[in-house]
């Protein structure tokens, strides 16, 4: 079956670096586009990134742009968000998702904590 795992949350200073990755099994990772998606407390989940099967083309969120970088590796199955320059207000529990065969899956996802 579909599998979605987030990795690499956590709690880190104003300014500071992550890198999430999102390991994904049970669907041909390399024809799809994926995404990730954040919750913060409080606040609907919203699109933060999303690449396309071959990895050339991306979209950000204007609050993301030239701070966060999606990438994939077809070869691992494997997406990644490198996120830069954290604000408190990047502080929530972020997601990988996949659509295919009409359905929306989603990883359990990771926490990230930006706070000083």
């Known amino acids: 079956q579909v599998q979605l795992v987030e990795s690499g949350g956590g709690l880190v200073h104003p300014g500071g670096s992550l890198r999430l990755s999102c390991a994904a099994s049970g669907f041909t990772f390399r024809t799809y586009t994926m995404s990730w998606y954040r919750q913060a407390p409080g606040k609907e989940r919203e699109l933060v990134a999303s690449?396309?099967?071959?990895?050339?083309?991306?979209n950000y969120a204007d609050s993301v742009k030239g701070r966060f970088t999606i990438s994939r590796d077809n070869a691992k199955n494997v997406m990644y968000l490198q996120m830069n320059s954290l604000e408190p207000e990047d502080t929530a529990v972020y997601y990988c998702k996949v659509s295919l065969w009409g359905m929306d899956y989603w990883g359990k996802g990771t926490l990230v904590t930006v706070s000083s």
């Open positions: 690449i396309i099967r071959t990895g050339f083309s991306t």
